[in-house]
């Protein structure tokens, strides 16, 4: 298929999608309250959709003036073909950043973010490997799309 007819269908199916902000909260939501439940949510947490962003995923920042932190998902996961075990995988990889006290109040557990694979570890030690599985499954293919 030609990249331009499909980058229109992609952003049809963008345009018509039923995920927005409050489905994003209610993924993060299900997520905290499942399998974060021991972490305790010190500071106002946001999550949004930002901008169409074929690599960069996933961010967390704290909001150093009004101690907020604020999650932003890439806009290209409002497709829903991606599937929503990829979606909560960004969301969880996030989450491990906070519960790390990267990005957030807490104390700092780690030199760097992405330490020795301290993420997938966090992750797996809280029994998501089911997501970090689905996440590397569609990687194999978002790479071949690229
Ligand atoms: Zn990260």
Not at 3 to 32: A, P
Request: hydrophobic share 35%; aromatic share 12%.
């Amino acid at each position: 298929m030609p990249r331009s007819v499909s980058k229109n269908i992609i952003s049809q199916r963008i345009s018509e999608s039923k995920r927005d902000d409050v489905w994003l909260l209610n993924r993060l939501n299900y997520l905290w309250d499942n399998y974060f439940k021991d972490v305790e949510q010190i500071n106002p947490v946001f999550i949004a959709f930002g901008r169409y962003s074929r690599f960069r995923l996933g961010s967390i920042r704290l909001d150093r003036i009004n101690k907020k932190s604020y999650i932003t998902i890439t806009g290209m996961f409002r497709d829903p073909n991606i599937p929503v075990e990829v979606v909560d995988h960004t969301i969880a990889h996030e989450l491990c950043h906070y519960t790390h006290g990267f990005s957030s109040p807490k104390p700092r557990l780690h030199k760097y973010p992405h330490h020795g694979g301290v993420i997938k570890k966090e992750l797996e030690a809280r029994k998501l490997h089911k997501l970090v599985k689905a996440y590397n499954q569609w990687l194999k293919e978002y790479r071949k799309s690229l």
